[in-house]
């Protein structure tokens, strides 16, 4: 199976940078594209951005306004979300995911899923 370990997340203020990283392990061209979701306090699990690994071909949520920028290594099975302006709204753990599909929003078709970095931004 594909192991998805994601890293970065911390403490921030409001205004700062932030890059998260999710590196993967496992079988090879076993996912088409990955995603970065995102779950706020009392919020439901929502998507955030989302990579082809062969094309590089992206498509990001509207919440995001040209903020944050996903990208991938391929050499290295890594995918990142570099984050800027960075506000208390985007207070949430942040979950790295794989896809069969060529690139996704839809949480449904992601089937791997890590275990989630603490990103917080003070006000």
């Known amino acids: 199976q594909v192991q998805l370990v994601e890293s970065g997340g911390r403490l921030v203020q409001a205004g700062d940078s932030l890059t998260l990283s999710c590196a993967a392990s496992g079988s090879a061209f076993s996912s088409n594209s990955m995603g970065w979701f995102r779950r706020g306090p009392g919020k439901e699990r929502e998507f955030v951005a989302a990579?082809?690994?062969?094309?590089?071909?992206?498509h990001y949520a509207d919440f995001v306004q040209d903020r944050f920028t996903i990208s991938r290594d391929n050499a290295k099975n890594t995918v990142y979300l570099q984050m800027s302006t960075l506000g208390p709204e985007d207070t949430a753990v942040y979950y790295c995911?794989?896809?069969?599909?060529?690139?996704?929003?839809?949480?449904?078709?992601?089937?791997?899923w890590g275990q989630g970095t603490q990103v917080t931004v003070s006000s």
């Open positions: 990579i082809n690994w062969r094309h590089g071909t992206t």
């Open positions: 995911a794989a896809s069969p599909h060529l690139l996704t929003e839809v949480l449904t078709m992601y089937n791997y």
